[in-house]
Nanobody, 125 residues
Framework: EVQLQASGGGLVQAGGSLRLSCTAS????????IAWFRQAPGTEREAVSG????????YYQDSVKGRFTISSDNAKNTVYLQMNSLKPEDTAVYYC??????????????????WGKGTQVTVSS
C-alpha cells in the first residue's frame, strides 16, 4: 500500500512559479513511476508529467514542455514538479499518483493504482 501526499499549490500570477511536492510512504518505490495529473473544472483529468524510479526517464505533456521540470529525491521519497512561466490555463487541481513502472508512458492513460489528494493551483492573468 502506497500513500501519497501532495503539497505546494497556491495562487500565482501568470508568469510566476510554483513547486509541487509529492511525498510517498508505505512501500518501497524503487520500481514505481510517480506522475502528476491535473484536472480543471469541466475537463477530464490529464497526465502532466511523470518520472520512473527505475531508470529516471521522464514524461511531459506537450503543453508543459520547457516550463515544467519533474525531479525526485529518493532519500526523501519525494517527487517535485517545478512549474515555471505559469499560464492561466495551468489552473487546475494537481494530483500525484503512483504505480509499478511498466516501461511505457502509455500506462498513464489507463489509470494509476495509487492517488494522493489534490492540491489547487490557480494562475491569475
Amino acid at each position: 500500500e502506497v500513500q501519497l501526499q501532495a503539497s505546494g499549490g497556491g495562487l500565482v500570477q501568470a508568469g510566476g512559479s510554483l513547486r509541487l511536492s509529492c511525498t510517498a510512504s508505505g512501500s518501497n518505490l524503487d520500481a514505481y513511476v510517480i506522475a502528476w495529473f491535473r484536472q480543471a473544472p469541466g475537463t477530464e483529468r490529464e497526465a502532466v508529467s511523470g518520472i520512473s524510479n527505475i531508470d529516471g526517464s521522464t514524461y511531459y505533456q506537450d503543453s508543459v514542455k520547457g516550463r515544467f521540470t519533474i525531479s525526485s529525491d529518493n532519500a526523501k521519497n519525494t517527487v517535485y514538479l517545478q512549474m515555471n512561466s505559469l499560464k492561466p490555463e495551468d489552473t487546475a487541481v494537481y494530483y500525484c499518483a503512483a504505480e509499478l513502472w511498466m516501461g511505457s508512458w502509455s500506462q498513464l492513460s489507463y489509470g494509476m493504482e495509487y492517488w494522493g489528494k489534490g492540491t489547487q493551483v490557480t494562475v491569475s492573468s
